[in-house]
Each structure stands twice: as structure tokens, then as C-alpha cells.
């Protein structure tokens, strides 16, 4: 059973992608500093698996701490590497906070990899690697541009920095580039756990519905899309979660070949903020209180996926359609909600 080390497995992708993982035979162990997770997660992929997972609670900016775990795990066959900070609009105003944190974690991790020979890694990527597209769908061999938040920089600069690693080291690697991951596990029993206010679309919807924000904003609606709001791909959290099981599985399947290093995991759908709103509002029978807003820096006008390679070569099949994304995130927000209540009935307990 190979053993997989995931990084920022506490987090959103994280966990889901361990439940996946785990359905699938491999023994996993999470290295997490829960800097912007919680211990929660862990609980809920046991329950959800019936399986422990030992997550090391370490920073990888730290690398004698990084390096510890490798040499108390020597049969590491593969990493999964999520561990960064991921929200656009933060990383615009704090720029150095995400070079140092996004990209010192990954070169930590990368000299572990060389000095144990890990063989085979896969690269939390993101669809802002291409900045504001020309033209959408994007594909994997769309130019990129320049990134349009100091997020999307890290991430093109992770990308590079893995290429160049692994010509130079052998490693066999894979690049995913995710677009807007939104949803929760059917069980309700791990799902986004934004810590402050949400910066995400989804989140901002249900905690607005829920009553935790009195009201939201639509960031822009004068951009040269069908009705002024941004487009983005949004795409169900275990779907994405299933591509990076997939890509081990390839990764392992393709041992020594030359074979295909990035994906674009999107549904292959451009949906503007107002039609998600909207569709929120069907599923959920509700009336949401939003407002349109001024334009939020470092937002790309629209970008959405061509997934036909990940498709093709990963056999990778999103299933969620947007109707059933949100109201999986619906249920996750309402969980979320009686479990506060059921807790402040406790006492003692706040
Ligand atoms: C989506 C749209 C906002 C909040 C995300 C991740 C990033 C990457 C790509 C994985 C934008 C608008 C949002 C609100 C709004 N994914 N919005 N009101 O910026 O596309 O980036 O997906 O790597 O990590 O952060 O996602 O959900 O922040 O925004 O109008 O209260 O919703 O302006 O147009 P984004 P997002």
C-alpha cells in the first residue's frame, strides 16, 4: 500500500482529497501547522473513513521540523502538496506574507524530496497561473499571463520551481491546476471552514444565508461578461479531491515514462457571480441579501476550463453539477449552525 504524505491536510482540498485517498487504498499521513485549519477535519475523515490519520502538526517554513518527518517515515512513496495560503484578495494587500510562506514551504519540501528520494509528486496548482486569458476555455497550453494577485504569482513560480526540480532531480511530478473548488462532502461531516470573514464566493453565499454576515457584496458588476459579474469554473470539492487520487494513480501506473505533467480540473463551466447567486437562491429557497459592490483587486474578468486532458488521460469524471455543488455547501453551513447551537446548550462547554 504506498504511503502518501499530504500537505495542508487539515484544509478544505486536503481532507476531502484524504478521504479519496483513503477510499482507495493508501495509507496516508498529513503534515499541517493548522495556521488556517483546525483539528476538525482530522475527526471527520475518521468518521467518515473509520481510519486515524496522524497529521504532523509542523510549519513547513521550518525545515529541520520538515525534515524530521521524512526521517521518521522513510517509505514515503508520494506527496500531495497543499499547504499555502490561497486567497486572492488578502494576498494583493500582504504580498510578502504569501512569497514567504507559499514558496519557503515548497522549497523545504523539495529539498526533503531530493534527500529522500520521494519519487513522485503532485503540486497543489490554480487556474489564476493564467492570469487574465485571452480567450476561455483556457487549456493546459494557453499562454499564461501575468498573474493578477501576488497568489497567483506563487503559484507560477511554484510551478516553475517544481519543473525545474524535477528535470534536475528526476522526480516525477504533476501540476494540478484547480479552479473555484466549492462544495462540501455529502456527509456533512468535513467542508470549508473559513477562518474570519470568507473571502470566497460560496462561503460568503451560505454565511450571508445563514445570518453569520448581514449582508454580501458582488465584487463588480461593470466587467464585459453577460451580466457585469466575474466568470469562474466551480467545480465540487470531490471531484477534485478524485483527480488527485487519479494522478498518483497515473504517476504511479507511468513509474519511469515520459508522460503528461499538468491538468486543469474545472467543470469545463463559465458561471458569472449572479447566476451562482442565483442558483444558491433556487436550491436553498431563499431570498439573498447581496448588493453589488466595487471591484475587488486582483479579480480576473473570466476564466474557466477546457478539462478534455484530464478527462481523457487521468479518466478523471466531475460528476457535481452547480445546483448540487451549492446545496451540498448549503448543508455544510446549516451542520455547521446546529452544531454551534447544540454546543451553547452545553454548559461549560463555551
Ligand atoms: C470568485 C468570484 C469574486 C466573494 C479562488 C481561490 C483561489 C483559486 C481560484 C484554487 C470573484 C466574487 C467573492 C464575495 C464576490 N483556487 N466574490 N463577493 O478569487 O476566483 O479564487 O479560485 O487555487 O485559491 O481563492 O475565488 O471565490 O474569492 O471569487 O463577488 O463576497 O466571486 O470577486 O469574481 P477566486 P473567490
Request: charged share 20%; proline share 5%.
Amino acid at each position: 500500500m504506498a504511503k502518501i504524505l499530504v500537505t495542508g491536510g487539515c484544509g478544505y482540498i486536503g481532507s476531502h482529497t484524504i478521504v479519496d485517498l483513503l477510499d482507495h487504498g493508501y495509507e496516508v499521513i498529513s503534515v499541517d501547522n493548522n495556521s488556517r485549519s483546525d483539528g476538525n477535519a482530522m475527526k471527520g475523515i475518521e468518521q467518515i473513513t473509520g481510519q486515524k490519520i496522524k497529521n504532523y502538526k509542523v510549519d513547513l517554513c521550518n525545515y529541520d521540523d520538515t525534515f524530521a518527518i521524512f526521517q521518521e517515515n522513510t517509505d514515503i512513496t508520494g506527496i500531495i502538496h497543499f499547504a499555502a495560503y490561497k486567497a486572492v484578495g488578502e494576498s494583493v494587500e500582504l504580498p510578502l506574507l504569501y512569497f514567504e510562506n507559499n514558496l519557503v514551504s515548497l522549497i523545504n519540501l523539495l529539498k526533503c524530496v531530493q534527500e529522500f528520494s520521494i519519487p513522485h509528486f503532485v503540486f497543489s496548482s490554480s487556474c489564476t497561473v493564467y492570469g487574465n486569458p485571452a480567450q476561455v476555455p483556457v487549456t493546459e497550453q494557453t499562454p499564461l499571463q501575468p498573474a493578477e494577485s501576488p497568489y497567483g504569482s506563487t503559484k507560477q513560480m511554484g510551478e516553475t520551481i517544481v519543473e525545474q526540480f524535477a528535470k534536475a532531480s528526476g522526480t516525477h511530478y504533476i501540476l494540478l491546476r484547480y479552479f473555484n473548488p466549492v462544495g462540501a462532502h455529502p456527509s456533512t461531516l468535513i467542508g470549508e471552514t473559513p477562518i474570519g470573514k470568507p473571502q470566497n464566493l460560496v462561503p460568503a453565499i451560505t454565511q450571508t444565508a445563514i445570518g453569520i454576515l448581514p449582508k454580501m457584496y458582488v465584487h463588480g458588476s461593470d466587467y464585459p461578461t453577460r451580466d457585469g459579474s466575474c466568470v469562474r469554473d466551480y467545480i465540487h470539492v470531490c471531484d477534485i479531491a478524485s483527480a488527485h487520487t487519479l494522478a498518483l494513480d497515473y504517476l504511479l501506473k507511468m513509474e519511469g515514462r515520459d508522460h503528461i505533467n499538468i491538468f486543469n480540473l474545472g467543470s469545463g463551466n463559465g458561471v458569472t457571480v449572479l447566476e451562482a447567486i442565483h442558483a444558491f437562491e433556487k436550491v436553498s429557497q431563499l431570498k439573498l441579501n447581496y448588493e453589488m459592490g466595487p471591484r475587488r483587486n486582483g479579480d480576473v474578468v473570466a476564466i474557466y476550463a477546457n478539462n478534455d486532458l484530464a478527462r481523457r488521460e487521468l479518466n478523471w469524471d466531475p460528476k457535481m453539477g452547480l445546483d448540487e455543488m451549492l446545496l451540498t455547501a448549503w448543508k455544510w453551513e446549516l451542520k455547521r449552525k446546529a452544531e454551534e447551537q447544540q454546543n451553547k446548550q452545553i454548559p461549560g462547554l463555551n
